[in-house]
């Protein structure tokens, strides 16, 4: 009750969503759930799948964990980093 965050309904701004993480982490699934109920469309792609793609990427930019969430080409991070910058307005989708 009251305790699931609600995120703004998409405006159809954001052209390219992409979430490079696994089926099992936790913050994985949250950065989906959170595209999702904003009533975005996404691609997830499985780092399990192919492990060097999540080495090149966390080396290009400097970035351990997953999710890695990009939007139209730029990385914004984490599920809490982009969280907050679509919270705050600084990331419109
Ligand atoms: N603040 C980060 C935390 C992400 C995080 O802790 N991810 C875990 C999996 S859910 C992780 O990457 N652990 C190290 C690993 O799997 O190599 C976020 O919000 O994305």
Known sequence: MGSKQSFPKSQNIAKEIKIFGTNTCPYCVN???????????????????N???????????????IPMIFVDGKFYGGYTDTKQKILSGELKI
């Open 31 to 49: 950065a989906k759930n959170m595209f999702q109920d904003m009533g975005a469309q996404f691609e997830f792609i499985n780092t399990r799948d």
């Open 51 to 65: 492990p060097q793609k999540r080495d090149e990427l966390s080396k290009q930019y400097n970035w351990d964990t």
